[in-house]
């Protein structure tokens, strides 16, 4: 069963931005995409995390809460998209 992360579960809501951002951007619609990837911005984590829940068939909290700790604490400053932090969160996940 698919799980679905809502903003008031996320650990780190209030250290987040949360600027105005059109619900058919593709920072925070679709599917995920070589578009930019902002870790301050708690839309497109939300986004991102909800995501990788689906695509890697997560049904736990556990596991949304391991990759937003892992964006906060972890992700490098020159991961750029959305590709790439999913790239880096599969290839770093067995070292959080």
């Known amino acids: 069963?698919?799980?679905?992360?809502?903003?008031?579960?996320?650990l780190f809501k209030d250290h987040y931005q949360w600027p105005d951002i059109p619900a058919n951007d593709p920072k925070i619609?679709?599917?995920?995409?070589?578009?930019?990837?902002?870790?301050r911005d708690g839309n497109q984590v939300l986004y991102l995390i909800n995501q990788l829940l689906l695509i890697w068939k997560f049904d736990e909290?556990?596991?949304a809460r391991?990759?937003?700790?892992m964006i906060k604490?972890?992700?490098?400053?020159?991961?750029?998209?959305q590709l790439e932090a999913?790239?880096?969160?599969?290839?770093?996940?067995?070292?959080?």
């Open 61 to 63: 909290m556990k596991y």
């Open 66 to 69: 391991k990759v937003e700790k």
């Open 29 to 39: 619609s679709g599917e995920l995409a070589d578009v930019p990837f902002e870790p």
């Open 1 to 10: 069963m698919y799980m679905l992360l809502l903003k008031d579960q996320l």
């Open 73 to 81: 604490a972890g992700i490098p400053y020159d991961i750029g998209s």
């Open 86 to 96: 999913k790239a880096w969160i599969k290839e770093n996940w067995t070292n959080y």
